[in-house]
């Protein structure tokens, strides 16, 4: 059995480097954006709910009691597993895509896009339900490339 655990908030932060030298001075931080300070527009959380991301099932009661079988409980945006920061790949470099799960391990995700620098949710799409086997590799384009200086040739 997986242990249980509750999320209750969680952090991303940004970090560039545009010379990518060797050294851990050229890394700056950008920004930092908490789930907690997003602000989700009225269409991006009819998406939500009509995911059924925000909706989980209650635990038991304080006393031990379990809920009825269909209740459900809302959640908010702060409250997911978020797992898996990628970066826009078509220039907008304040985007930033998540997969957000109700439970860690769960196959089910949706691709949270997030305007970082407008700590704004833009949209929610369902992604990957199925779990292949021996998936153990994820395939995270990049744009890293236009940073690094192209190699000299050297004589001869």
């Known amino acids: 059995m997986l242990p249980a655990y509750e999320v209750d908030d ?12 060797c050294s851990f001075e050229d890394w700056r931080e950008d920004f930092t954006v908490r789930g907690s300070e997003i602000r989700v527009g009225d269409a ?14 209650p635990r038991r009661d304080d006393d031990g009691e379990e809920p009825e079988p269909d209740t459900v409980v809302e959640i908010a945006l702060q409250n997911l597993s978020v797992s898996e920061p990628t970066p826009s790949q078509d220039g907008d470099e304040d985007v930033l895509y998540l997969m957000a799960r109700t439970k860690l391990f769960l196959p089910k995700a949706w691709a949270l896009a ?12 369902e992604f990957g339900t199925e779990r292949g086997r021996d ?7 990049s ?3 236009r940073y690094m200086k192209p ?3 050297g004589p001869g």
């Open 151 to 153: 190699a000299v040739a």
């Open 10 to 21: 969680w952090i991303v932060t940004v970090w560039s480097n545009e010379s990518m030298e």
């Open 114 to 125: 997030i305007d970082t620098r407008n700590s704004e949710l833009l949209g929610v799409a």
């Open 44 to 57: 991006a959380r009819a998406e939500l709910l009509a995911s059924g991301l925000l909706h989980r099932k």
């Open 135 to 141: 998936v153990s590799v994820t395939y995270r384009p």
């Open 143 to 145: 744009t890293i490339s």
